[in-house]
């Protein structure tokens, strides 16, 4: 069962939420870039992680599944934000240019099947980033945060995931090395310098980019067995009416006429 949408805002207003949302908004904006003039959808509970592309991007939506809830986005301003269900996103095809998905897999009844609605929606060439609790990380047992709950990925398991969907994985990076604990948020910034040389494997968060690649598909021929038909050599039959037999009456034999044989060049 999904963590509730309150649950999710209080966690992101407290010290170590904010922390949170410091590190990984960092990793999101180091791999997009400028997001002027694309369209933007964030899936989950991603709103923490958009105020940087909302500012320049064409458009900015935010997909909160329905056993989360959903709250107004952004605040004081018009309203953003939608309700939706995993596997059935309410909104067109090859539409959004760049996808963040955080607190969307974990907790998803099917984590596939949801990455599949990703996927369809994406633009051709579209960038998603999907940020998942480290299966080997401490933030994965912390239940007090939202990274707590569901399932955890490991690299590999994400991958495959991907994968599994058609989507091709680009890239992936590691980020939030502050243990869970709200007295430490205030020293997040050294964990995540020095966490990252010392102890990379023991990080909270994974993030994944993958893209979307359409091809062109060359259909293929296939060996056919084809049906020849011959037509069977008509027989000459002599003119006039057929002869009409009595029962009893034995055929009578016709002398046929022989049939001059036309000169050869090989004849000496």
Same mark, same amino acid.
């Given at each position: 069962?999904?963590? !509730?949408?309150?649950?999710?805002?209080?966690?992101?207003?407290?010290?170590?939420? +904010? /922390?949170?949302?410091?590190?990984?908004?960092?990793?999101?904006?180091?791999?997009?870039?400028?997001?002027?003039?694309?369209?933007?959808?964030?899936?989950?509970?991603?709103?923490?992680?958009? !105020?940087?592309? +909302?500012?320049?991007?064409?458009?900015? *939506? =935010?997909?909160?599944?329905?056993?989360?809830?959903?709250?107004?986005w %952004?605040?004081?301003? +018009?309203?953003?934000?939608?309700?939706?269900?995993?596997? =059935?996103?309410?909104?067109?095809?090859?539409?959004? @240019?760049?996808?963040?998905?955080?607190?969307?897999?974990e907790?998803? !009844? @099917?984590?596939?099947?949801?990455?599949?609605?990703?996927?369809? &929606?994406?633009?051709?060439?579209?960038?998603?980033? &999907?940020? *998942?609790?480290s299966?080997?990380?401490?933030?994965?047992?912390?239940?007090?945060?939202p990274?707590?709950h569901?399932?955890?990925?490991?690299? $590999?398991?994400?991958?495959?995931?991907?994968?599994?969907?058609?989507?091709?994985?680009?890239?992936?990076?590691?980020?939030?090395?502050?243990?869970? *604990?709200?007295?430490?948020?205030?020293?997040?910034?050294?964990?995540e310098? &020095?966490? =990252?040389?010392?102890? %990379?494997?023991? =990080?909270?968060?994974?993030?994944?980019? /993958?893209?979307?690649?359409?091809?062109?598909?060359?259909?293929?021929?296939?060996?056919?067995?084809? +049906?020849?038909?011959?037509?069977g050599?008509l027989?000459?039959?002599?003119?006039?009416?057929?002869?009409v037999?009595?029962?009893?009456?034995?055929?009578v034999?016709?002398?046929?006429?022989p049939?001059?044989?036309?000169? $050869?060049?090989?004849?000496?």
């Amino acid at each position: 069962m999904r963590r !509730d949408v309150l649950d999710l805002r209080a966690f992101y207003a407290s010290p170590l939420g +904010r /922390a949170a949302r410091t590190m990984l908004t960092r990793k999101v904006e180091e791999a997009w870039g400028d997001t002027r003039d694309l369209d933007v959808l964030g899936v989950g509970y991603a709103t923490p992680f958009l !105020d940087a592309a +909302r500012a320049k991007a064409r458009r900015v *939506v =935010a997909a909160m599944p329905a056993q989360q809830g959903v709250e107004v986005w %952004p605040h004081g301003g +018009r309203n953003q934000a939608c309700l939706v269900e995993d596997a =059935a996103l309410p909104l067109p095809n090859a539409l959004f @240019d760049r996808v963040l998905a955080v607190h969307a897999l974990e907790e998803a !009844d @099917d984590p596939a099947a949801l990455l599949a609605e990703i996927g369809r &929606v994406m633009a051709p060439t579209g960038r998603l980033i &999907v940020a *998942v609790s480290s299966r080997d990380g401490v933030w994965a047992g912390a239940e007090g945060t939202p990274f707590g709950h569901g399932r955890p990925y490991s690299r $590999s398991q994400l991958e495959s995931l991907i994968r599994e969907v058609g989507l091709e994985p680009a890239g992936w990076t590691r980020a939030l090395y502050v243990p869970p *604990v709200g007295a430490m948020s205030s020293w997040a910034e050294g964990f995540e310098q &020095v966490g =990252a040389t010392l102890w %990379p494997r023991f =990080a909270g968060v994974i993030l994944m980019e /993958a893209i979307k690649q359409t091809f062109a598909v060359k259909p293929r021929g296939h060996r056919a067995r084809a +049906r020849v038909f011959a037509p069977g050599v008509l027989l000459p039959s002599p003119a006039g009416p057929t002869p009409v037999r009595q029962a009893g009456e034995r055929p009578v034999p016709v002398n046929k006429a022989p049939v001059p044989k036309a000169p $050869s060049s090989l004849d000496r």
